[in-house]
Nanobody, 132 residues
Framework: QVQLVESGGGLVQPGGSLRLSCAAS????????IAWFRQAPGREREKISC????????YYADSVKGRFTISRDSAKNTVHLQMNSLKPEDTAVYYC?????????????????????????WGQGTQVTVSS
């Protein structure tokens, strides 16, 4: 059974940092595209970063580029999102998501990058609040 569990959220002052973690079970995340989404109250869900299976190529939304870094810890079957220089507008619930298809299969079906994937499995989310 596929399960994604996020952790690491909390309250931080503007300019501070947090590292979110997404622990996966039921599959080996190295072989799948993984992404982070966020949703703030009254706003649409936003895809902010993803990492491809296999080669681990990473992509970022313009709103977080240069401040956030996605990475994989294969030994722990975990994906991290390092968030630096946090702003009040980063306040949201952050979700870890995974594709149902192994990366090689997704590519064979025409997916060029993890940004193009339609993600199927969602974690429960973790709250990030940036406020002084």
């Amino acid at each position: 059974q596929v399960q994604l569990v996020e952790s690491g959220g909390g309250l931080v002052q503007p300019g501070g940092s947090l590292r979110l973690s997404c622990a996966a079970s039921g599959f080996t995340l190295d072989y799948y595209a993984i992404a982070w989404f966020r949703q703030a109250p009254g706003r649409e869900r936003e895809k902010i970063s993803c990492i491809s299976g296999d080669d681990g190529r990473a992509y970022y939304a313009d709103s977080v580029k240069g401040r956030f870094t996605i990475s994989r810890d294969s030994a722990k079957n975990t994906v991290h999102l390092q968030m630096n220089s946090l702003k009040p507008e980063d306040t949201a619930v952050y979700y870890c998501v995974a594709d149902h298809a192994i990366w090689a299969t997704a590519q064979a079906m025409g997916v060029d990058s993890c940004w193009d994937v339609e993600y199927d499995y969602w974690g429960q989310g973790t709250q990030v609040t940036v406020s002084s």
